[in-house]
T-cell receptor
């Protein structure tokens, strides 16, 4: 595909349910990022992968959040025992390399609503 | 720690007016990059420009122009002759040095909602 894709686009979960959000980066992109965007706010960094290695997970808000990229391409963000404060848009971005000069390209996001 | 401030929450203009979106950043790093992204109602962040900390030359791309001033830690974005299609939320973002963990995670401002009306 031409760009970053994410699925599902919308997800409604009852509090306490587990959810899994998928990201398909641009083919060949080494770096993959997850961000969380609350309503009316800017995106906030969650975690970073370089190929299959998760090099930075400093932004994950709690141990209920888990991300993986086992084969260095598709990534999944999993949230266990969802809480209402987890309601947000989850954005995935990828970049070709791993350097400061690499531009991140974003997907359309998954809007998670926890009831 | 890094910080990006976009003090303008919402701006409304009439089509064909010029509009400037302000961005002020904070970092102790001497090597950093600044970005502007556009987020239309569809939600996808669209990359507009990247600027490194060593290049203060202003840039123009069509109706868009950017003014980078290190002395005031600002990276402002001007749209000339605005159009209805420019209506969106605009985010300024910062990435710094060589992140110890690798990668160049972005620190975003809170965004400015631009509404261009006929």
């Amino acid at each position: 595909g031409a760009g970053v894709s994410q699925s599902p686009r919308y997800k409604v979960a009852k509090r306490g349910q587990d959810v899994a959000l998928r990201c398909d980066p641009i083919s060949g992109h080494v770096s993959l990022f997850w961000y969380q965007q609350a309503l009316g706010q800017g995106p906030e960094f969650l975690t970073y992968f370089q190929n299959e290695a998760q090099l930075d997970k400093s932004g994950l808000p709690s141990d209920r959040f888990f991300a993986e990229r086992p084969e260095g391409s598709v990534s999944t963000l999993k949230i266990q025992r969802t809480q209402q404060e987890d309601s947000a848009v989850y954005l995935c971005a990828s970049s070709l390399g791993r350097g400061l000069t690499d531009t991140q390209y974003f997907g359309p996001g998954t809007r998670l609503t926890v009831l | 720690a890094q910080k990006v401030t976009q003090a303008q929450t919402e701006i409304s203009v009439v089509e064909k007016e010029d509009v400037t979106l302000d961005c002020v950043y904070e970092t102790r790093d001497t090597t950093y990059y600044l970005f502007w992204y556009k987020q239309p109602p569809s939600g996808e962040l669209v990359f507009l420009i990247r600027r490194n900390s060593f290049d203060e030359q202003n840039e123009i791309s069509g109706r868009y122009s950017w003014n980078f001033q290190k002395s005031t830690s600002s990276f402002n974005f001007t749209i000339t002759a605005s159009q209805v299609v420019d209506s969106a939320v605009y985010f300024c973002a910062l990435s710094v040095g060589w992140n110890r963990g690798g990668g160049n995670k972005l620190t975003f401002g809170t965004g400015t909602q631009l509404k261009v009306e006929l």
